[in-house]
């Protein structure tokens, strides 16, 4: 019975003290940690968010890079900061849910050692063929590689990036063979794609928006579950009879999981907020992404956890590792 006392005594008191820190939180600057160097989708998303976050908290919201080993570095040191609301991490579907998958010892459980404050955006994936390629539809493509092994090329930014998962799972569903060309980024991918020596690419439908509009590659086909609203006429990879594929790389915040629910429920409504400003929703929407301001923290946890299962039963099945 003392024991039983004892207990809900120090509950009560933890609770007090929550409802303390919450009432004054935050009384200095938040730090959200993005795992990627500046200027890609990871730094957008999360400037995008701290510009405007900061304001409704009554405090800056300072971006910090911490980059190295794909998104490793700045996803453990933010598993590994102080659970006071006050480090955040941007977390993206490469880091929280492809991670797992490409890494047999991952030193941070995603779905353990951080809580999901709100998911902000998505966006899929196009695959593009070079402008000469002969084949002009996804089935063409699979046809031709099935009748002729290793002679399909396909770009990505860097091994184990979403492009060349996005790409490595399609063919493994498939059944065919092709030849990962990784690049140093994105870029360069594009310049040996519009040169015709490289043949495929799978990148984020923001990137290689300008390029099918302008007709400058072909479109074959989407990652996500329904097709491109802005690309209405090209299927999804679902559609074309290769498999079922779902992906879409999304970007939220995360801070670790011990962060007291008063803290994390006034975060969640200030970045709900940004989420759904209209400014907001207009940039991510400028460059082909989808905001996910409307769906409920519940359906956010769930895509999430969906999304980990998910994927590192499919690029453990298609061999890829992060190694």
Same mark, same amino acid.
């Given at each position: 019975?003392?024991?039983?006392?004892?207990?809900?005594?120090?509950?009560?008191?933890?609770?007090?003290?929550?409802?303390?820190?919450?009432?004054?939180?935050?009384?200095?600057?938040?730090?959200?940690?993005?795992?990627?160097?500046?200027?890609?989708?990871?730094?957008?998303?999360?400037?995008?968010?701290?510009?405007?976050?900061?304001?409704?908290?009554?405090?800056?919201?300072?971006?910090?890079?911490?980059?190295?080993?794909?998104?490793?570095?700045?996803?453990?040191?933010?598993?590994?900061?102080?659970?006071?609301?006050?480090?955040?991490?941007?977390?993206?579907?490469?880091?929280?849910?492809?991670?797992?998958?490409?890494?047999?010892?991952?030193?941070?459980?995603?779905?353990?050692?951080?809580?999901?404050? !709100? &998911?902000?955006? $998505?966006?899929?994936?196009?695959?593009? =063929?070079? #402008? %000469?390629? @002969?084949?002009? *539809?996804?089935?063409? /493509?699979?046809?031709?590689?099935?009748?002729?092994?290793?002679?399909?090329?396909?770009?990505?930014?860097?091994?184990?990036?979403?492009?060349?998962?996005?790409?490595?799972?399609?063919?493994?569903?498939?059944?065919?063979?092709?030849?990962?060309?990784?690049?140093?980024?994105?870029?360069?991918?594009?310049?040996?794609?519009?040169?015709?020596?490289?043949?495929?690419?799978?990148?984020?439908?923001?990137?290689?928006?300008?390029?099918?509009?302008?007709?400058?590659?072909? !479109? &074959?086909?989407? $990652?996500?579950?329904?097709?491109?609203? =802005?690309? #209405? %006429?090209? @299927?999804?990879? *679902?559609?074309?009879? /290769?498999?079922?594929?779902?992906?879409?790389?999304?970007?939220?915040?995360?801070?670790?999981?011990?962060?007291?629910?008063?803290?994390?429920?006034?975060?969640?409504?200030?970045?709900?907020?940004?989420?759904?400003?209209?400014?907001?929703?207009?940039?991510?929407?400028?460059?082909?992404?989808?905001?996910?301001?409307?769906?409920?923290?519940?359906?956010?946890?769930?895509?999430?956890?969906?999304?980990?299962?998910?994927?590192?039963?499919?690029?453990?099945?298609?061999?890829?590792?992060?190694?």
């Amino acid at each position: 019975m003392r024991g039983f006392v004892c207990k809900a005594v120090l509950a009560i008191g933890l609770l007090g003290a929550w409802g303390a820190q919450a009432q004054t939180f935050p009384d200095h600057p938040l730090k959200l940690i993005v795992p990627q160097p500046p200027g890609g989708g990871f730094d957008t998303a999360a400037r995008i968010v701290a510009d405007r976050l900061g304001p409704l908290l009554g405090q800056g919201v300072v971006v910090e890079n911490r980059t190295g080993a794909g998104t490793l570095v700045g996803t453990e040191a933010a598993a590994r900061a102080p659970a006071d609301g006050y480090t955040m991490l941007l977390g993206g579907l490469a880091n929280i849910a492809l991670n797992p998958g490409l890494y047999e010892k991952l030193s941070y459980d995603p779905l353990k050692d951080f809580k999901l404050v !709100a &998911l902000v955006v $998505s966006n899929p994936y196009m695959l593009i =063929a070079r #402008p %000469d390629m @002969p084949q002009k *539809s996804l089935k063409e /493509v699979i046809d031709y590689a099935r009748a002729n092994p290793e002679k399909v090329t396909y770009a990505s930014g860097g091994r184990g990036t979403g492009q060349h998962i996005a790409m490595a799972i399609t063919a493994q569903l498939a059944g065919v063979k092709m030849v990962h060309v990784p690049y140093r980024g994105a870029q360069a991918a594009y310049q040996d794609i519009l040169g015709g020596r490289v043949d495929l690419f799978f990148d984020n439908w923001g990137t290689a928006r300008p390029l099918v509009e302008d007709k400058r590659v072909i !479109a &074959l086909a989407a $990652s996500s579950a329904k097709r491109i609203p =802005a690309a #209405p %006429d090209v @299927p999804t990879v *679902s559609e074309a009879g /290769v498999g079922d594929l779902d992906m879409e790389t999304w970007f939220g915040i995360f801070v670790p999981s011990a962060t007291p629910q008063p803290v994390l429920d006034r975060l969640r409504a200030d970045v709900r907020k940004v989420a759904a400003m209209p400014d907001v929703i207009a940039l991510f929407e400028k460059t082909g992404g989808r905001p996910l301001y409307g769906m409920s923290t519940s359906d956010m946890e769930a895509l999430v956890a969906r999304d980990v299962a998910n994927f590192t039963r499919l690029i453990r099945a298609a061999g890829i590792t992060g190694e």
